[in-house]
């Protein structure tokens, strides 16, 4: 099963940034500090807008 990188919109301040489709940790935004996504042990909980996923 293949991994791919997912670009997020935060909710709250608007900042994109790019996130690892299976994350072992929880993600927060790089300028706000809100969550942006959780890991679940598999496939990451996207909490943020997703924008696009990238190949």
Known sequence: ????????????CK???????KAASK????VCKEPLAESTGGKTKIIAQVLEVLE
């Not at 099963?1 to 709250?12: D, G, L, P, Y």
């Not at 900042?15 to 489709?21: D, K």
Request: glycine residues 4%; hydrophobic residues 35%.
């Open 27 to 30: 993600l927060n935004c790089q």
């Open 1 to 12: 099963m293949e991994s791919k990188f997912i670009r997020v919109r935060c909710t709250s």
């Open 15 to 21: 900042n994109e940034q790019v996130i690892f489709g």
